[in-house]
């Protein structure tokens, strides 16, 4: 079968004759259907696998530092925190109805999802400094304490996942208009890839959030 064959298409000729019309991925995959493909999962596993290890980093220097831990998370802004998960979690819901519409063809619904995703991601890309700019005004740099150096660190390498997440959203939004009646493999494969990346940026802020801001 052919990369570019559309999702829509006719069966061939060694389809079973009981089949007419259309025919869909688990028709033609008994397997069970993974969204995206084999290399974006390795991705997702190898740059979750990067943060797990910090995240290991981060729940041993807590156990050590009890004292330092608490008063860094007492010094961050639950409030900031709580817009952010808004916003990834908004972004999310944004993406997965994209993700849904764009299988049915529907492009111009698609396209206003994934201006709503990439909207949310900027909001989170602009608020994110302006939490920074308080800690380090407040005195909170990455020098007063490990807390604070992990904070910084952990938070800035998402953030340049998330400024990532909405290029790739920016790129989805400019390929969904060549999409018609149903995407084909290739594009589903496109639309499902950039999706999965995305819903890894917003696993991955959850535990931040869980673990700067929450834990206690």
Not at 82 to 89: H, P, R, Y
Not at 101 to 125: D, E, P, Y
Not at 151 to 172: D, K, Q, W
Request: aromatic content about 12%.
């Amino acid at each position: 079968m052919s990369s570019t064959e559309s999702l829509t298409a006719s069966p061939s000729t060694n389809s079973s004759p009981h089949h007419n019309g259309a025919v869909t991925p688990a028709q033609r995959h008994p397997r069970r259907w993974i969204p995206g493909e084999a290399g974006i999962w390795a991705f997702i596993l190898v740059d979750f696998s990067v943060f797990g290890g910090y995240f290991g980093v981060f729940l041993t220097l807590r156990a050590r530092q009890p004292a330092d831990w608490l008063a860094g998370t007492q010094a961050l802004s639950p409030t900031h925190g709580a817009i952010n998960t808004a916003f990834m979690l908004t972004a999310s819901l944004f993406v997965a109805l994209a993700i849904q519409h764009i299988r049915q063809g529907h492009v111009a619904v698609t396209r206003r999802l994934l201006v709503g995703a990439g909207l949310c991601g900027a909001a989170f890309i602009v608020n994110k400094p302006i939490e920074w700019i308080g800690q380090l005004q407040a005195g909170n740099g990455a020098h007063r304490s490990e807390f604070f150096q992990l904070y910084f660190l952990l938070t800035g390498i998402h953030l340049l996942h998330v400024i990532a997440a909405v290029f790739v959203v920016l790129y989805l939004w400019r390929k969904a208009p060549k999409v018609r009646t149903a995407p084909t493999v290739l594009q589903a494969r496109a639309f499902e890839n950039g999706a999965s990346y995305w819903h890894l940026v917003d696993l991955i802020w959850m535990v931040l959030f869980a673990l700067f801001y929450l834990v206690r």
